[in-house]
């Protein structure tokens, strides 16, 4: 069955420094999402994609914030200078056209020391 | 977005249905019922939705109260695999791309 994939696991950085955070969705979804949970909270959206583009971001997603689909499988989320609070699960979601079941994979502990 | 609400916990015995409640008085006619579940450590799963009638698919059924008010989520045979946290939530139905808006959900502890 196609999953979600997600990597890295678990990343570790320091306050400041900019991570990138992969995905590969599911390869006939033409709809892109991140979400993130911090730790013994719900879970957030962050933003959507579609088309090459953002369809719908939350106060979350600011400057710091960016996502990319550079080549045909990948969709990336940048964080510039990341701070302590970023420490999070994020997750990375995809959907087919016509249908809202959202696909979620394992997610990425991202760890800001 | 319309509001659910959910109980924080509860449990069941293995092998036992499961009923999860959600309320849900201000729904609107557009707004499909969905529900996901969060395994420990994992991302989000769908588990099935609906719009007005009851719906059965190979993971649980989803009966939807006839004024749309409340639904509930069945497990009919708990394992211990099922322990998570399941999420009610509502979104409009569309051709894709609407974001899910997740609240605190409903523990369920499966015990032997």
């Known amino acids: 069955e196609p999953e979600v994939?997600?990597?890295?696991?678990?990343?570790?950085?320091?306050?400041?420094?900019?991570?990138?955070?992969?995905?590969?969705?599911?390869?006939?979804?033409?709809?892109?999402?991140w979400y993130r949970q911090i730790l013994g909270q719900k879970v957030e959206f962050l933003v959507s994609?579609?088309?090459?583009?953002?369809?719908?971001?939350?106060?979350?997603?600011?400057d710091q914030f960016s996502v990319e689909r550079p080549d045909g499988s990948n969709f990336t989320l940048k964080i510039r200078s990341t701070k302590l609070e970023d420490s999070a699960m994020y997750f990375c979601a995809s959907s087919s056209w016509?249908?809202?079941?959202?696909?979620?994979?394992p997610g990425t502990r991202l760890t800001v020391l | 977005?319309?509001?659910?609400?959910?109980?924080?916990?509860?449990?069941?015995?293995?092998?036992?249905?499961?009923?999860?409640?959600?309320?849900?008085?201000?729904?609107?006619?557009?707004?499909?019922?969905?529900?996901?579940?969060?395994?420990?450590?994992?991302?989000?799963?769908?588990?099935?939705?609906?719009?007005?009638?009851?719906?059965n698919n190979r993971m649980a059924s989803l009966a939807i109260a006839e004024d749309r008010k409340s639904s509930t989520l069945i497990l009919h045979r708990a394992t211990l695999?099922?322990?998570?946290?399941?999420?009610?939530?509502?979104?409009?139905?569309?051709?894709?791309?609407?974001?899910?808006?997740?609240g605190t959900g409903t523990q369920l502890k499966v015990e032997l």
């Open chain 1, 49 to 62: 994609f579609y088309n090459n583009e953002i369809s719908e971001k939350s106060e979350i997603f600011d």
């Open chain 2, 1 to 55: 977005d319309a509001k659910t609400t959910q109980p924080n916990s509860m449990e069941s015995n293995e092998e036992e249905p499961v009923h999860l409640p959600c309320n849900h008085s201000t729904i609107s006619g557009t707004d499909y019922i969905h529900w996901y579940r969060q395994l420990p450590s994992q991302g989000p799963e769908y588990v099935i939705h609906g719009l007005t009638s009851n719906v």
């Open chain 1, 5 to 33: 994939t997600q990597t890295p696991s678990h990343q570790v950085t320091q306050m400041g420094q900019e991570v990138i955070l992969r995905c590969v969705p599911i390869s006939n979804h033409l709809y892109f999402y």
């Open chain 1, 98 to 105: 016509g249908t809202d079941t959202q696909y979620f994979g």
């Open chain 2, 81 to 102: 695999r099922d322990a998570a946290v399941y999420y009610c939530i509502l979104r409009v139905r569309g051709g894709g791309g609407n974001k899910l808006t997740f």
